[in-house]
């Protein structure tokens, strides 16, 4: 007779994760959402404000969308005054952002508030395991470059 574990496929993980990542997505969209925030639009601020000044290319490549993508959340993310545009001081062509004062201040409530979530979501974890998920995660993710400008 064999064991759970020996039966347990690769379509069977793809499954699991794939419905672990729905709840994950959910449960963070739905905390953020009582900021009035959509994930995708949180992550962009939050990054410009861990790595400005940036550039759009190196945002997509960061968060891992296309650069188109990240151009059409960048335009409304300036209109609603949460990051700005900075020419460059040696290539006035090259563009960087930053985030405003309010964009810092929501990035910093959207971190917390995501951390809180993530903490919720994994505390059915040990530690060991969560290094373990940590570890299987980079191994799948090791040769994963985005994509930009598609």
Do not use: C
């Amino acid at each position: 007779m064999s064991s759970a574990r020996e039966r347990v496929t690769a379509a069977r993980v793809a499954d699991e994760f794939s419905r672990a990542a729905k709840i994950l997505v959910r449960h963070f969209n739905e905390r953020l959402g009582e900021h009035g925030v959509s994930t995708p639009r949180s992550r962009l601020v939050v990054e410009v404000a861990r790595s400005q000044p940036v550039r759009v290319t190196e945002l997509a490549l960061a968060v891992g969308i296309t650069q188109g993508t990240a151009s059409s959340l960048v335009e409304a993310l300036v209109r609603d005054g949460l990051l700005e545009r900075q020419a460059s001081a040696d290539d006035r062509r090259s563009v960087f952002l930053r985030v405003t004062p309010q964009g810092a201040a929501l990035a910093q409530d959207w971190t917390t508030s995501y951390e809180l979530a993530a903490e919720e979501l994994f505390s059915p974890l040990t530690a060991e395991q969560l290094s373990t998920l940590v570890e299987i995660l980079g191994v799948l993710s090791a040769d994963e470059t985005p994509v930009v400008g598609e």
